[in-house]
């Protein structure tokens, strides 16, 4: 995978490079948009990571000139701004997405893996899903598992919908709360966790192989294997 | 603004202002034309008595110097006929007989002596007899059979009798008439004309200050970045919009100012924490034995906290600068609060709360939806972290005409007596509390960027109650089906 790294503060860009390299990406790094226009010009990147406090210019023009100039892959906004303005609202439709500084490595890590897979088109299945042996019903709204249907409420369907869906990859608190919920707020309670034990009560009965992992400090994670 | 008086023109300041000044335009101008009509008859006046007591005169002399003959009468009569056409002021005579003068001789107490004039004289005698004054300055009287006064001058001959001659004041009269009849009638038309000039101009002047007040009143409620109509006038309202303009560029530069110092601050502060916790976290990803990761992990939470702090804190002071950026949109109340309640309940069950809400049906507000979300949260989160097992938190949602209603309450402990005003003060909270004391603040200046007020108080009962008032979207007004529903589970 092939990524390109926008980002002015030096210090960030190293341990962002180095995490990312660990992960798996090709990496190149730019400090700032001239740069990284030149990067872009020369070679096709899958996902783009662009910090918007730019020292030359501001990271939406950036995107929005490289999006003029054919760069069609998905971008992952920094900010250090505390409120997301419009623009990036503006942006975020086009199946892009922004994270707030200080972020989590595994929110990073977790959010480029659903970018990428968003922008791989559905190649699912639009009726039905299965994942080990467990297996979602769109149509009737029912989970399965192992051939035994497991009494979900709604709610309950949706999350693990989303689970499925980014089965195998890191699903984080927040990513939870903003897909599932529709809501950026970062509560300083264990809401969200309490809706996965719940979940994981009725999908992981005993007997059976605990599919839903907790990963403590970062999130949550399907097994898929 | 005025729109629901009967007629908004009669309750409007043009129509006051037009009153006003055409009611001492047509005082004004009726003193004027008083005092002008009392000169006009003043002069008048004066100069019928001038030729009375010219023609007086005259005809005593001619009396004296005639001989008390047979020719006597007609010599008199001859000369009163030729003195009475030469009446001033005179209009026209109605026919033959020429009854605007009168003349006449008489003793103090005997018979009528000599009459020249309309009719037979009686009357007139009579009339200067019942006058009893005798006085040598013309004068005013009244004579049964004759609609207007005569005025009348009289000499006294050496004979004893008297001559009189008088003079009917029709002609006078009638001038004046004309005068005020002429004068009441361009007198209204002006009084008109000027009516509805003053009011058509002060109208088109008061709709100017008007649109300067509702585009002011609109800017005040969402950007700042407009402007109100100046209209490139150079008079006292055409400066009134040029200041508001003046005023606005200075509250917008200091608010892009509050801006640039709190984005630069942030900035200033985020970038060496998420440097910090990047290195962190690679620190903790390497073999690290777990007494050695504990510290790391704690090290990151300290670092979360710190962040959502500095975050909340920045959104307070811009929201009590009245500078929170807020995107509205139409929000409906009733659905946020459920799907809020449906994320918090698994949660406070789980610690022995109960949770029920009670709303009647969809509530439409503008405003911003992502506040909004942390709003309930905080409120939520509050509840979760301050009450003691097996409480109830009930959320109400109603709306009134103009304001949606929120209350939140709980039968806990309440809040702590000795916060009490400052409640919703940065860093205040209760002694217990292990929060960063930002939280109520926060819903606070949220609610109060958007309109709306909190007020929180502790339950006669027993327990907290938070009430938040919410401006409607008065621009369509949701239905409001009253139906109770409960959601405890």
């Not at chain 2, 920045?314 to 609060?337: C, F, G, M, P, W």
């Not at chain 2, 406070?348 to 969809?362: D, H, Y």
């Amino acid at each position: 995978m092939q990524l390109l790294l926008v980002e002015d503060e030096l210090e960030i860009q190293g341990f962002l490079k180095q995490s990312l390299t660990d992960a798996g990406y090709e990496v190149d790094a730019a400090k700032d948009g001239r740069t990284a226009v030149q990067f872009a010009a020369g070679k096709k990147y899958d996902v783009l990571v662009v910090d918007l406090g730019l020292p030359d210019q501001d990271g939406i023009d950036l995107i929005l000139q490289l999006r003029r100039s054919g760069v069609s892959s998905p971008v992952l906004i920094l900010s250090a701004r505390r409120s997301v303005d419009d623009r990036v609202k503006g942006l975020e439709q086009g199946g892009d997405d922004y994270l707030t500084k200080p972020f989590a490595l595994a929110e990073l890590l977790a959010r480029l893996r659903s970018l990428l897979r968003r922008n791989l088109a559905a190649s699912e299945d639009a009726t039905r899903l299965r994942v080990l042996d467990l297996e979602l019903d769109f149509i009737r709204r029912r989970a399965s598992r192992g051939g035994e249907v497991l009494n979900l409420s709604p709610q309950e369907f949706v999350l693990l919908e989303y689970l499925c869906r980014h089965a195998g990859r890191v699903v984080t608190r927040s990513m939870l709360l903003a897909e599932v919920w529709g809501m950026r707020i970062q509560p300083d309670t264990n809401v969200v966790d309490v809706h996965i034990y719940r979940l994981r009560g009725k999908v992981d009965t005993e007997g059976r192989e605990p599919l839903i992992k907790t990963l403590r400090g970062i999130g949550y994670v399907l097994k898929d294997r | 603004m005025s729109s629901k008086t009967a007629n908004p023109v009669m309750h409007s300041a043009a129509w006051r202002i037009s009153l006003w000044a055409t009611l001492a335009f047509a005082i004004g101008t009726m003193l004027v034309f008083t005092m002008l009509h009392r000169f006009v008859a003043n002069d008048i006046q004066r100069r019928s008595d001038a030729w009375l007591s010219g023609e007086v005169e005259v005809l005593g002399d001619v009396a004296v110097r005639t001989p008390k003959d047979r020719l006597y009468g007609r010599v008199v009569r001859e000369v009163a006929e030729l003195a009475s056409k030469e009446v001033p002021n005179k209009l026209r005579s109605n026919g033959n007989e020429n009854d605007s003068v009168f003349f006449l001789q008489a003793e103090d107490d005997g018979p009528l002596k000599l009459w020249v004039g309309a009719g037979d004289g009686t009357q007139n005698l009579a009339a200067i007899r019942a006058r009893k004054v005798v006085s040598d300055v013309p004068y005013d009287l009244k004579v049964n059979g004759f609609k207007h006064p005569f005025r009348v001058a009289s000499v006294r001959l050496e004979d004893g009798s008297h001559i009189y001659l008088g003079l009917s004041e029709r002609d006078e009269l009638r001038v004046l008439r004309n005068m005020r009849e002429r004068f009441l009638g361009i007198w209204l038309l002006i009084v008109l004309f000027g009516f509805s000039i003053v009011f058509y101009a002060t109208r088109r002047m008061l709709n100017y200050v008007r649109e300067i007040t509702e585009a002011a009143s609109r800017i005040g409620q969402s950007d700042l970045s407009s402007r109100v109509p100046t209209n490139n006038r150079n008079d006292e309202v055409g400066h009134l919009a040029l200041t508001l303009n003046h005023m606005l560029d200075r509250i917008e530069s200091s608010m892009h100012q509050l801006h640039t110092i709190t984005d630069s601050l942030a900035h200033d502060l985020r970038s060496p924490l998420t440097a910090i916790r990047g290195k962190l976290e690679i620190a903790l990803s390497g073999d690290v034995k777990v007494e050695h990761g504990e510290p790391i992990v704690s090290a990151i939470d300290e670092l979360d906290r710190l962040t959502e702090f500095l975050n909340t804190s920045l959104d307070v002071a811009e929201a009590k600068a009245d500078a929170l950026r807020i995107s509205r949109t139409e929000v409906d109340l009733d659905e946020l609060v459920r799907v809020m309640i449906g994320l918090y309940e698994p949660c406070m069950s789980e610690k022995g709360l109960r949770v029920q809400l009670r709303s009647a049906g969809s509530v439409k507000v503008l405003a911003d939806e992502a506040l909004l979300h942390r709003v309930i949260a905080n409120l939520l989160d509050n509840e979760l972290k301050h009450l003691p097992a097996s409480c109830t938190v009930s959320l109400q949602l109603r709306a009134s005409e103009e304001v949606a209603t929120l209350i939140v309450e709980d039968d806990g402990p309440g809040f702590d007596v000795e916060i009490g005003r400052q409640m919703f003060e940065q860093r205040v909270k209760g002694r217990d509390s292990k929060g960063h004391g930002l939280g109520l603040a926060f819903v606070e200046a949220v609610v109060r960027a958007h309109g709306g007020s909190v007020t929180a108080s502790n339950r006669p009962e027993g327990g907290a109650q938070l009430s938040i008032t919410w401006p409607l979207d008065t621009r369509e007004n949701a239905e409001a089906p009253h139906s109770l529903t409960l959601v405890n589970r």
